[in-house]
């Protein structure tokens, strides 16, 4: 949402400040302008990265949009989970959580929470841990070890996208520069001319550096570091299932282990203890 709010206010301070010096508007149309400088940068985007890259920045722009989906009650969902999964752990046994675990889409413990469901990389991180620990074969401190790998390996993933998306927005000058530099080539070869077609294309090439400029500090770069807060968010999130499966392993008592991994979140979307222990019982977040 506040991204949304953000680009408008982008568009708007821009064109409003420019109007107020009363300037005109149908200067700043150049569509020749845009093909150069929008096209080069997609070519750019496209030469140094693979298909599932530029896949992955499309589903991270929606995602900023939409805004992050790790807040107070996304955490309040996942501690009562994990509760639930400890519980039965330690009423059955650990042999009980093989069947949730190895089957989770039959998992009538899983399905109870829709969400975790939904999201089927944290399942799968929740469900290979867990099977790991069923194992009995892996120390809770080689476990947290492998979590660890597995966790660097993910950072390094959703990095990509943002890596590849700050490469575009670096370039983006440097392709208004080549628009402009264009422009005044055809400015030159149309020397003699009427004065208002040589201005007119003199204003053209300048308007390509204003466009390079302006996508680069006013959108890609601002999107880039969006998608970086997002990014960190999901590793929080991570972190939290993280610490309360290994102090679960490690023989915490299911309520011990599921506050270790409250007191892991952030202090902006952490439940305070009443209200994790009322999503525990059972009662809705006010």
Do not use: W
């Amino acid at each position: 949402m506040f991204s949304i709010i953000g680009i408008v206010l982008v568009i708007g301070a821009v064109i409003g400040g420019y109007l107020m010096e009363h300037g005109n508007m149908k200067v700043l149309v150049q569509p020749a302008e845009l093909v150069i400088i929008g096209g080069a940068a997609i070519g750019t985007l496209l030469i140094g990265n693979p298909l599932p890259v530029i896949i992955k920045i499309l589903k991270n722009l929606t995602g900023i949009l939409s805004g992050s989906k790790y807040n107070k009650a996304r955490y309040l969902d996942t501690l009562k989970m994990l509760n639930d999964l400890f519980s039965q752990g330690r009423k059955g046994g650990m042999v009980s959580l093989e069947s949730h675990v190895e089957e989770p889409d039959k998992s009538d413990l899983f399905k109870k929470h829709e969400f975790i469901v939904k999201d089927h990389h944290a399942l799968d991180f929740i469900c290979d841990t867990m099977r790991m620990a069923l194992s009995g074969t892996v120390s809770p401190h080689d476990l947290d070890q492998m979590i660890e790998v597995d966790l660097e390996v993910h950072h390094k993933e959703i990095g990509k996208p943002v890596s590849a998306l700050t490469t575009v927005a670096d370039a983006l000058p440097g392709l208004g520069i080549v628009a402009a530099v264009l422009g005044v080539v055809i400015t030159m070869g149309s020397l003699g001319g009427p004065p208002e077609e040589i201005g007119h294309k003199v204003a053209a090439a300048l308007v390509g550096t204003f466009l390079g400029i302006l996508l680069c500090y006013g959108f890609l770069s601002p999107l880039a570091s969006s998608m970086t807060h997002i990014n960190e968010a999901e590793a929080v999130y991570y972190n939290c299932l993280r610490t309360g499966m290994v102090a679960f392993i490690r023989g915490a008592a299911p309520i011990l282990a599921v506050e270790f991994s409250r007191r892991s979140i952030p202090s902006e979307v952490r439940p305070s203890f009443k209200e994790m222990e009322g999503a525990l019982r059972g009662e809705k977040a006010a």
